[in-house]
């Protein structure tokens, strides 16, 4: 069987697998970006709690996807819930980072001037801090979710669906071309995904 | 004071390494784990998973950083945007996909392994080489060519050692995603530590999964660590 007789002869999977994978990670992205959001939010009130909050986001990170998992199918089995709550946990310290910094680091000028007008502490956070931490907010939330769709593809490994099926299985069955399809699919979907937040991004910043 | 805690913090994780070790094949929960790790048996795998990332980063290094340097060059200059950009593109890819995709054009082994791992850590290198160079004050390298000294002695003399932190920077980042990513190396028979991590799955023994787990991650810290020192010694 040729590339093109697979693609044609396979298309109704790949396609449920693609949208799946799509599904797991909107899920989780939405989710993970009001949590980290929050978080990030809530620890620019107290120091101590930034450092907390962020070393531990941080030793999630380093550990690995595969062994995330692995670890959460005792606690949690397996399927989409673990991947999902595994893939909330990797994405925070992009969007808890991004939130805090954008917020702690406003011109001290702009917030000098806020407080000669009057403002609460809570309407400076909520109309000047928030709003001109967007784009920061934002940068973090697009390395978040081209990280959840990789992330998303090895969840595949715990029986949540999604391209990394593909990948696996055309592993384990030696078959080339099942491993290509799930690889550049997911590749493409990365790379697209990262440019359209880019865009947004940057209609953000002006 | 960093110089004298960073050492002590990677003796530390290392130890912390070791004694879960030694607990895994002093208290094995059962026999299958007890025949499954053994010192012998870790030590190949911890050797398998830094030749994993010793050789796929030794390429990555050899090859970006000459590449980087040649295309800050006057004559490729023009080039530097376009494959920054190109770069930054490719670093959206994930590392299972890259993996998944040197298996689909090369087979199975530790081979195609070495060789996606390194494409993935050639990246980070690359674009930190490049934004070093530009980073570089062209007015210091006019002041050098100034003081009549030739093109390749500004090169090593002026602009290698001002961008050599951010080059560090860029083997730091590359070196602590290989040691993440080399565990996928394990479904296409590259060996190292996601062995452990697959055969504590298809057994459901906690105890090996949990060490197969928490090597790598204790190598990556120590290896970040490591590098860091490093980077803040290159400063220039």
Redesign the interface.
């Known amino acids: 069987m040729n590339f093109f007789e697979f693609l044609i002869s396979r298309w109704p999977t790949i396609l449920s697998l693609t949208l799946e994978h799509l599904f797991i990670v909107f899920i989780a992205m939405v989710i993970s970006v009001t949590v980290g959001v929050a978080v990030g939010i809530l620890i620019t009130k107290n120091q101590m709690a930034a450092r907390i909050v962020l070393n531990v986001t941080n030793i999630l990170m ?7 998992f ?2 959460l ?2 606690v949690l089995g397996i399927g989409k819930i673990p991947a999902i709550v595994g893939l909330v946990a990797y994405t925070q310290l992009p969007i808890v980072r991004n939130v805090y910094t954008g917020i702690m680091t406003i011109n001290p000028a702009i917030l000098e001037a806020a407080r000669g007008m009057g403002l609460t502490e809570k309407k400076i956070m909520r109309t000047i801090r928030i709003p001109l931490a967007l784009p920061a907010m934002m940068s973090g939330i697009r390395t978040a979710t ?1 990280m959840g ?3 998303g ?2 969840a595949g490994y715990i029986g949540a669906g999604g391209l ?1 099926v593909y ?2 299985q ?2 384990s069955r ?1 078959s ?2 099942m ?2 399809v ?3 699919l ?2 493409v979907i ?2 697209l995904t ?2 359209f937040l880019g865009g947004v991004q940057r209609k953000l910043n002006r | 004071m960093v110089s004298l805690r960073s050492p002590l913090k990677i003796v530390l994780l290392g130890s912390i390494g070791v004694l879960m070790t030694v607990w895994v094949v002093e208290n094995p929960q059962d026999s299958v784990v007890a025949r499954l790790v053994t010192y012998d048996k870790v030590w190949g795998l911890l050797l398998q998973h830094f030749y994993l990332v010793g050789a796929s980063a030794l390429l990555a290094v050899v090859t970006s950083v000459p590449l980087g340097i040649a295309l800050t060059r006057p004559r490729l200059k023009s080039w530097a945007p376009r494959v920054l950009a190109l770069v930054n593109v490719c670093q959206t890819v994930p590392s299972l996909a890259v993996v998944a995709l040197s298996v689909g054009f090369m087979g199975v082994g530790s081979r195609p392994a070495i060789i996606a791992l390194w494409i993935y850590a050639l990246l980070p290198i690359l674009s930190n080489t490049l934004v070093g160079f530009q980073e570089v004050d062209p007015a210091i390298t006019e002041a050098a060519h100034g003081m009549g000294m030739k093109a390749w002695r500004v090169l090593f003399r002026v602009e290698l050692p001002m961008a050599a932190s951010m080059i560090m920077a860029g083997i730091r980042t590359a070196v602590t995603i290989t040691i993440g990513s080399a565990i996928l190396a394990a479904f296409v028979g590259g060996g190292g530590m996601g062995n452990l991590i697959i055969a504590g799955n298809n057994i459901s023994r906690a105890q090996v999964l949990v060490l197969g787990a928490a090597l790598p991650v204790l190598m990556a810290l120590m290896a970040d660590l490591f590098f860091e020192g490093i980077e803040k010694r290159a400063k220039y």
């Open positions: 380093t550990i690995p996807s595969l062994a995330l692995s670890l199918i005792p081209v769709i990789g992330i593809a090895i990394g990948i696996f055309g592993i030696s080339d071309q491993v290509i799930g690889a550049v997911i590749s990365s790379i990262d440019q």
